[in-house]
């Protein structure tokens, strides 16, 4: 359980109990380092949390959209099948978008393009790709956006009709404003000619399985992970408080000497040997004090967050469809992506039932950010009755649920903002900033605990790391080996 206070002086301060500082903290105990870690929710595991919904006798759980693990870090695939052993499961993928009442895979399955498009419009795919590379590869125009990006790796025809849509639907502005970093950590090495190849068989048969068609995942859900670390540092000593979070951090400019802590007991102050933290980035320059230079604020105040908006069905239906979870990139389809959490795993739902997770991208600003559920759920029932999901009478209850700092948005300038917070940062010593909202960059989990194992290394060992080197492969981000179990 929770300590009832925190220790006044502690040798490491964790600040954020998500998979970057669970991982931190977990590493730094089996190396018998003792440390605090602090928590804003009332719960571990940040945005890979799982949340359990009683309705009477019935259970239902639920991630904070669809997680699922691959990583080509074998230590971390074995981290956490020492945690959690037979709970840790291989997942056949389904991923798909929806398109104008069609189903296509995702990534782009070229035959199925072919077959849902027809010969024509499958031509005009391919004549676009052709005019693209002449444009880019010959005529070397130059790839500033990440709509550059996707048109000389997919051709326009294509891009428009699988990324530009969804990608403006998630960050909230146009493509043409997104950086090309997006596209090149996300779907590097992805385009048009390498899924021709796959298609007609080139692509190679040997080799890892790709983690396009498989994945693992928790038997009763992502946050089991996190669960588990959590238990297992209490065990050993670490202490985790929970429903706490900074109000003030002070330093000298080269290292933090005291952090303000509010807790259910009050506040108090604490002072670490070291600060290891995963606070959004723009807002962890708020709690310094003194604060950062006017430029470095001025930088952190360029910088925008994309949040999100879920709501939550639980559903009397034995199964709504067979994928994971499905992207709707049409702009005049107010969601963007659903999950069927029963197709991660069975034991996510009573049996005879499931459940539907559907996601909104939004600002604060916009209407959706403060909607009540049931005027969201009046918007988006026209849809799922007119593709036969389910109907009004098949919900048993809705729950709605929000997260704020969910996406950094990457702007056409947010790479010098960064670059200069960060360079003011890393002028304090004694301080580590991890995560994708520590860092400012949208990875996935895997490379979160990486950034965690990392930071605890950069303690033990006092030297520095290149953090940003997690997740940087020139590769597609979701492709690579699955490892085996080991025996």
Known sequence: MPTPSLNPAPEILVIGAGPAGLACAMELSRKGKSCSVIERDHQVGGLAQTITIKEGDKTFLTDIGPHRFFSKNQYLYDFIEDLLQEEWRRVPRLTRQFVDGKYYNYPVNFGQVVRNLGLWKSARIGFDYVLARLRYDVFKKPMRTFEDYVVANFGRALAEFSMINYSEKIWGIPCADIHPDWAKQRISGLNLWSVLKNAIGLGGKKGPKSLVDEFYYPQFGTGRIYEEIAKHLIESGTEIKTNSEPVAIRHDGKRVLEVDIKTPEGMQTIKPQHVVESVPLTAFLDLLDPKPPEEVMQAASNLRWRNQVYLFLTINKEQITEDNWIYFPEKDIPFGRTSEMKNFSPDMCPEGMTSFFIEFFTFEEDEIWTMPKEKLLEM???????????????????????????????????????????????????????????????????????????????????????????????????????????I
């Open 380 to 486: 988006v029932m026209p849809y799922f009755e007119k593709w036969g999901f389910f109907t009004k009478d098949d919900i048993r209850q809705s729950y709605l649920m929000k997260r704020s700092h969910v996406y950094p948005v990457y702007d056409t300038t947010y790479k010098g903002n960064v670059e200069k917070i960060r360079e003011y940062l890393d002028g304090i010593e004694n301080l580590i900033y991890v995560g994708r909202p520590g860092r400012f960059r949208y990875t996935n989990q895997d490379h979160s605990l990486e950034m965690g194992i990392i930071a605890s290394r950069m303690i033990l060992e006092g030297r520095r790391y290149d953090m940003d080197s997690v997740g940087a492969e020139n590769e597609y981000f979701e492709k690579g080996p699955i490892y085996e179990k080991r």
